[in-house]
């Protein structure tokens, strides 16, 4: 079992649709982090969660340290979202272990 | 904002030569650089941390012999992939968080990606 997991893998939606992405991982972390993943391979960070809920412009995210659960959404998708979604966790020493990530296409 | 300027962004080198990649942190100090490896369609995997002024600390199953990692200074850290093999042809990227700001997530490169041949 991957120590973080993310679902889906694979995500079309439809220029507008709001967009979940979830996040598990299998023990306790520092912080989660939300990445993007553009096709070049260039990595922008996009959130960094230790509790609770962050906002910025379209994108939240949110987790939950007690179901070891966290969320990305995105509010009114536009095709330029189109990326691989990357959630990692965290853990001592600054430590960074990555889910397989989710490809999100949004169709004009 | 936070810049990781990673060089070169494409290589293409012949077996048993060696490749040096370069990652500067521009405008923030970095006392800790990460080096990761991503496989196609595969996820990032850490390969080895890279502290200033000491030895990297490298992930179990990495060949610390083979992917020399150097962090002279507060804002460069080279990984020099030694005597390269088409096995080890991959995208590589660093990341660093600044030192003074570790609240603030990770910073990454633009990455590299090596070909061996």
């Known amino acids: 079992k991957n120590e973080v997991e993310q679902s889906p893998q694979n995500l079309t939606a439809q220029e507008g649709e709001f967009i979940t992405i979830n996040c598990s991982y299998s023990v306790g972390i520092s912080a989660l982090h939300w990445l993007q993943q553009h096709p070049g391979g260039g990595i922008v960070s996009l959130f960094m969660l230790s509790s609770g809920k962050k906002k910025h412009g379209r994108l939240i995210a949110t987790i939950n340290i007690q179901e070891k659960h966290s969320s990305l959404h995105i509010t009114a998708s536009h095709p330029r979202d189109s990326a691989v979604y990357i959630c990692a966790k965290e853990t001592s020493g600054s430590r960074l272990t990555f889910g397989e990530g989710t490809q999100l296409t949004v169709n004009p | 904002g936070a810049v990781v300027s990673q060089h070169p962004s494409r290589v293409i080198c012949k077996s048993g030569t060696s490749v040096k990649i370069e990652c500067r942190s521009l405008?923030?100090?970095?006392?800790?650089m990460f080096w990761y490896r991503q496989f196609p369609k595969q996820s990032l995997m850490l390969m080895a941390t890279?502290?200033?002024?000491?030895?990297?600390?490298?992930e179990q199953g990495v060949e610390k012999d083979k992917f020399l990692i150097n962090h002279a200074s507060l804002t460069l850290s080279t990984l020099t992939v030694t005597s390269a093999h088409p096995e080890d042809s991959s995208f590589y990227i660093c990341?660093?968080?600044?030192?003074?700001?570790?609240?603030?997530?990770?910073?990454f490169g633009s990455g590299t990606r090596l070909t061996v041949v």
């Open positions: 405008d923030f100090q970095a006392t800790t």
């Open positions: 990341s660093a968080r600044d030192h003074w700001t570790q609240s603030y997530g990770y910073t």
């Open positions: 890279s502290n200033e002024g000491s030895k990297a600390t490298y």
